[in-house]
């Protein structure tokens, strides 16, 4: 089974966030499939189309660069306000210029969204779904990420998921995940394939 390098965007910037425990977990319970690595985005500098010249801020290169190089991309996120942190909304602006060069055009992704509230991030997680439409990236649909309930007590002390129907999702959507990485870019490749072999086939 193939191995795919996964970028993790987490949305929260607190030392003991929810939702890095739960991207960490998603790592944890898929490790063997999912070569994942976190993108920190609080040191970034703030989004200003100004300064997008050839020449811009090392923070936003290093973060294209990362987010350039992985097959796929997890986000992780809370909800402030019932819609994106702010942070993360300067991240994806990032990512997503100059125009025409977007680091997330085609990756196929999943969003998820945890908190101690009952309706999990809904709002955040269907806010960050409208803007990847936008971006061109295939997000899974199934299963739905809403984690709600989510609190430091969801984990030990390792911050490991204690057993529980929160864990037997996660498990889920750590599958899902691997699933859709590999259903998308093996679809891709034989579209890819196939498309060469016709031309291959045409008369000069
Ligand atoms: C500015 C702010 C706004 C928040 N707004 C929401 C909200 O709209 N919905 C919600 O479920 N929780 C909200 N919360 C509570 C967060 O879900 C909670 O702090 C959560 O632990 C943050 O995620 P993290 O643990 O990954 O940092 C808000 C918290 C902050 C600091």
């Known amino acids: 089974m193939a191995t795919y390098k996964i ?6 910037l607190r030392k003991d966030s929810l939702n890095r425990k739960i991207a960490r977990s998603i790592c944890a319970l898929r490790g063997d499939n999912l070569d ?3 993108v920190e985005i609080g ?6 189309q100004d300064i997008d010249t050839d020449n811009p801020p090392a923070s936003w290169k290093r973060f294209r660069e990362q987010v350039g190089a992985a097959d796929g991309i997890l986000f992780c996120t809370p909800e402030y306000n019932r819609g994106v942190p702010g942070v993360l909304k300067n991240a994806i602006d990032i990512g997503s210029r100059p125009y025409g060069k977007s680091v997330f055009d085609q990756k196929p992704a999943a969003i998820v969204s945890a908190s101690p509230g009952s309706i999990g991030g809904f709002g955040a997680n269907h806010q960050l779904r409208q803007a990847c439409v936008f971006l061109n990236m295939p997000v899974m649909q199934q299963p739905e990420a809403y984690l709600g309930h989510v609190t430091d007590d969801s984990f030990d002390a390792d911050g490991c998921l204690k057993e529980g129907p929160l864990k037997e999702l996660v498990t889920k959507l750590a599958h899902a995940f691997h699933d859709w990485v590999n259903a998308i870019l093996r679809a891709r490749e034989l579209l890819l394939h196939d498309a060469a072999k016709e031309q291959a086939k045409e008369p000069a």
């Open 36 to 38: 994942c690595s976190m």
């Open 7 to 12: 970028a993790i965007i987490v949305g929260s």
């Open 43 to 48: 040191e970034l500098d703030l989004y200003n």
